[in-house]
């Protein structure tokens, strides 16, 4: 067994049902046992971002997704797109970590999925940006943009679609080669 790679996963949509969200979580069943998993649940805990109050002793949802991003050796990030964009809750998230350096050199996989033919390329692309700009390490070989990912899952969140399959354990092999 390899050595112990501590991951948090963060999920891009609040929905209850959302393929993002069932993506991800298959995507952790599918991990080796030497990944541990932390999934961030408090996306929609955040307050919307203000410069004013963003200091280290800055709101505490703030502070635990800070200090969750610092305890974990890889992020992976699974999101849908919304209005040909990021989620807002999601920037929302990233503009809260502008200012620290949590993302510093963090290897980073960045999956977007959406039921459309373009698989929400364009929140993928733009969260590629915004990642860049917190000097995130995006994984070579740790991105995807899947689209119809409703015709790719079941309806209890297994991945059914084998190519797709093939992708996420790739990413996954990216993801563990990038963190040893
Ligand atoms: C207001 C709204 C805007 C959307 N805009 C886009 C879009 O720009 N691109 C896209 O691929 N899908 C778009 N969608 C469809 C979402 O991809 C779809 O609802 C998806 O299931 C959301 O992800 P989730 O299942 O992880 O919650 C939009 C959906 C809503 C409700």
Known sequence: MGKEIKVLAISGS??????????????????????????????GDLPHF????????????????????QE??????????????????????????????VFMNKPTAVISASPTPMGGDKAHASLLLTLGMINAAIIEGGNLIIPHITLKMSKEGA??????????EKVLQALEQACS
């Open 50 to 69: 203000n410069p004013d109050i963003d200091n280290d002793e800055g709101p505490v949802p703030v502070r635990e997704l800070r200090s969750q991003i």
């Open 14 to 43: 609040l929905r209850e049902k959302s393929s993002n969200t069932a993506l991800m979580n298959a995507i952790i069943g599918l991990a080796p046992k030497h990944m541990k998993w932390t999934i961030f649940k408090g996306l």
């Open 72 to 101: 974990v050796d890889a992020v992976l990030i699974c999101t849908p797109e919304y209005g040909n964009g990021v989620p807002g809750v999601l920037k929302n998230a990233l503009d809260w970590l502008v200012s620290t350096s």
């Open 159 to 168: 991945i059914t679609d084998e190519g797709l399959q093939a992708e996420i």
